[in-house]
């Protein structure tokens, strides 16, 4: 080997994956993701990657992925909160009773009125703001650790959402309101491929814009074809789901009840898919949302910046105090979408909604790359944790694997993630 390829300073070609500026866990994770897939479909007999399995698998993770979005912003700096599955509780039996209850029985609004699912969410939003706002300052300004608050919330919650109803299902609520559940409310192929083409050339420009923003400001830019390339990449994966989702078609009985509906006659031979789920949507509007805040938003560099130093954060003049309260209420707001979206699913309040989800959600996050210790953490990273956590469950289901070695594989998964990014984070010192 020459002098010069040892020398100080000297240029080292570059891998395919560092053109690409690909974070290299994240890869890590798709391809365990890709794996576990291929896995499960093969042990199923092929059932595991059929349109109608991989549509029920996203409306079964949306509920999930939208806390564990919120959950990275509490644990980056630093906290836990372990109410999150009781307060969906609580904020579900809060909307449920709104609908069959107060608003039809009390107040005299007909059952089906359209004010009765807006009115109803609006509730459940007051209640989770509130109640995390409350979390908030228990921790932020009276000093209390969150995971004795959290802990606190776990046992309180859920239990106020039983006395609330008395222990009985709330059902069945506003068709409306159902229509965020999944089955139950699809935007159908045609406004799907919009949507999807629509998708598509969003990422693309977001891919150009950023470009054209580095170059802007003097840095290095990836090579035209590595950005094709990442393109192509995002093209495939929008424009793919929606074409799985849309080959998922509709059972001829419901297409019928559908047409009888609108008093017209099935005709011979026609079918169609379902669509993109309105709960997906929500899901990829609360992702966009999020993601904003923690790379655009002063709120979001105050997030990381007291992850990464809660002192040096404060002696700066940030209020931590104040920026708790905001987190936790921002956590307890997108407990109660997530109500909306796991009760519209049931199409009734059950008392054990919600059950476990604070461990499905913290183990999303940090599957997901968030440290528990602070200052480092992505929101796609978190959905695609939750999407693996969900994926892994299913498929163990489909399989025949009994519930309890479901858990435990999955608190194996838990405990083997983070010994994973202990390990990573040692050798790359953060995330690259």
């Not at 896995?39 to 059932?47: E, K, P």
């Not at 109803?120 to 989770?128: H, K, M």
């Amino acid at each position: 080997m020459s002098d010069t390829a040892n020398a100080p300073g000297a240029a080292r070609k570059r891998s395919f994956i560092e053109t690409l500026e690909i974070d290299t866990r994240l890869l890590g994770m798709i391809g365990a993701f890709v794996v576990l897939c291929l896995v499960f479909h093969f042990q199923t007999d092929g059932r595991f990657l059929t349109p109608r399995n991989i549509f029920t698998l996203a409306i079964q993770t949306v509920s999930v992925a939208i806390m564990a979005t919120g959950m990275v912003f509490v644990i980056v700096t630093r906290h836990i909160d372990l109410s999150v599955g009781s307060l969906l509780a609580l904020c579900s039996a809060v909307m449920g009773m709104m609908q069959v209850v107060v608003l039809p029985q009390m107040m005299g609004i007909d059952f089906g009125s359209p004010l009765i699912a807006p009115v109803a969410i609006a509730s459940g939003l007051v209640v989770g703001v509130a109640i995390g706002a409350f979390n908030g300052w228990l921790i932020g300004y009276l000093g209390i650790p969150s995971f004795i608050v959290t802990l606190g919330g776990l046992l309180i919650w859920r239990n106020v959402a039983w006395y609330l109803t008395s222990g009985q299902t709330i059902g069945p609520l506003d068709q409306t309101f159902q229509l965020f559940g999944g089955i139950n409310g699809t935007i159908g192929p045609f406004w799907s491929w919009i949507l999807g083409g629509v998708g598509t050339a969003a990422a693309l420009w977001g891919l150009w814009s950023a470009r054209r923003a580095k170059q802007s400001h003097g840095f290095a830019v990836k090579p035209v074809w590595a950005e094709l390339v990442m393109g192509g990449v995002l093209s495939a994966a929008i424009l793919g789901f929606i074409a799985i989702v849309n080959a998922y078609e509709v059972p001829a009985a419901r297409l019928r009840r559908l047409f009888e509906a609108r008093g017209e006659t099935l005709p011979e031979g026609y079918t169609t898919g379902y669509g993109l789920p309105i709960s997906v949507l929500l899901l990829v509007a609360v992702a966009i949302a999020m993601t904003v805040i923690a790379k655009r938003t002063r709120f979001g560099r105050y997030i990381f910046a007291t992850g990464g130093n809660p002192d040096a954060a404060e002696l700066s003049g940030i209020n931590t105090r104040l920026l708790t309260v905001k987190i936790f209420a921002l956590l307890g707001g997108l407990c109660a979408l997530s109500a909306v979206v796991a009760s519209a699913r049931l199409t009734n309040h059950a008392n054990d909604i919600g059950t476990l989800d604070e461990l499905r959600v913290i183990a999303a996050a940090v599957i997901g790359g968030t440290a528990l210790s602070g200052g480092m953490g992505t929101i796609y990273g978190a959905i695609l944790g939750a999407i693996i956590m969900q994926s892994l469950q299913s498929g163990m289901a489909m399989v025949g694997v009994d519930a309890p070695f479901q858990n435990i594989v999955v608190g194996s998964v838990l405990v083997l993630a983070v010994l994973i990014d202990i390990i990573y984070r040692k050798r790359t010192g953060g995330f690259k």
